[in-house]
């Protein structure tokens, strides 16, 4: 998460454009395990040779995609991202795989999906920046947008109960002259805790969820929709 205390939050897409020379080596400091963390990220997925559908929301300069990409080489891998220079980097890093990376400029939050493509949807270190509303909204939008053996892979900051709070009440004071319909677009961090994390992927319609990993601060979900059994 980021260090800064500012009262004044920039958009999103302002404050990740001018990290993103820098964005990988700040993840190594304040990820912890950084290396464990983004291997266990690709466990979930099955070891394949096929073209399963990947969509990556957040994806950022693509620290999760090495991993992937060790499981299912031919993955084609939809990228969606605010910020056109993380699009930028993630590319150069990944030229070899060009070919099966799918850039979207956007927010994961408006751009439609479609329905039933996706064999797994995986969000890194990108959804601590919304409120609960917000996330049960688009977790349905995930769950819709799954093949029925789909699995929701997410990994991101989590804080205890009493921190959530904390971050709540810094919350409000930081959007409280932002207008309702705005507030989205803006960098603010508010992380939750396992439990409410949890509970959120079910009320966005999962009907299992399983924390694979946690360790400091941070966890790894993964959510699924069981039709048998």
């Known amino acids: 998460m980021s260090n800064n205390t500012s009262d004044k939050p920039v958009k999103m897409s302002q404050f990740f454009n001018e990290r993103a020379d ?77 070919d099966q990376i799918k850039p979207v400029k956007g927010s994961y939050l408006i751009v439609p999906f479609p329905e039933k493509k996706y064999d797994y949807v995986v969000s890194v270190m990108t959804m601590h920046h919304f409120l609960y509303d917000t996330k049960c909204k688009l977790y349905k939008k995930i769950r819709k947008s799954m093949k029925n053996e789909g699995k929701y892979i997410e990994g991101d900051y989590v804080v205890s109960l009493k921190k959530e709070q904390q971050f709540l009440l810094e919350y409000n004071h930081k959007i ?21 994390q949890s509970q959120l992927l079910l009320e966005g319609g999962f009907s299992k969820v399983e924390v694979i990993f946690h360790q400091g601060g941070a966890a790894i979900f993964v959510a699924r929709v069981c039709n048998h059994g």
């Open 176 to 196: 409280k002259n932002i207008k309702a319909s705005e507030r989205n677009i803006f960098h603010i961090d508010i992380p939750f805790s396992i439990k409410t």
């Open 22 to 98: 820098v964005y990988d080596q700040h993840m190594k400091q304040t990820v912890t395990s950084f290396e464990k963390f983004y291997n266990i990220i690709s466990v979930p997925i099955d070891r394949t040779k096929e073209a399963v559908e990947i969509l990556d929301l957040g994806c950022g300069t693509g620290l999760e995609l090495e991993g992937i990409f060790s499981k299912a080489p031919n993955a084609v891998i939809t990228c969606m991202d605010l910020s056109e220079k993380m699009l930028s980097k993630l590319k150069s890093k990944y030229s070899r795989y060009l």
